[in-house]
């Protein structure tokens, strides 16, 4: 899936698309708070192998009726090529190496504090996250992300200009809070490379 394609599916430019991928993701979301996950998997295995033997009999059957001989009515599916070609697996594995030495290398840096405003924030962001992780678990901020990713840019484009204007206010404010704590605190103002 290109980018295009996934700001088509999030903007609901495609409504029935959207719909079916949301309340796809959100039905799974959802069961898997209530069953294991093997649960929800035999569960929807069990429903779309139902569902693919009851289409084959019942072509089987007016096949019978009608005296046609139309062949399987999955041939087109079957004759497909399924299997990952070596080159797409290359590829895909290559981006994903990349991205995990880029966040191995961050992490180092943060871990060692080669910069120390930057591992303070990420001590900060920690911090918070073990606030989040006491009032949710995963699966609920699953569930809150899935949501806030197919609501959120609408809204947004909805009222941008509101937004932006709410957004630019509040990153002022924060700007001041760092530069005045950055003034106040020895050791916190950041070397600006000439």
Known sequence: MDAERVVELLYWRDVKTSGVVF???LSLLLSLTL????SVSSYITLVLLSVTICFRIYKGILQAIQKSDEGHPFKLYLDQDVGLSEETVHKYSDCALARFNTTVIELRRLFLVEDLVDSLKFAVLMWILTYVGALFNGLTLLILGL???????IIYEKYKVQIDHYVGMANKQ???IIATVQAKVPGLKRVKAD
């Open 174 to 176: 924060v700007k001041d």
């Open 147 to 153: 949501v806030g990713m197919f609501s959120f840019p």
């Open 23 to 25: 309340g796809a993701g």
């Open 35 to 38: 069953c294991s996950i093997v």
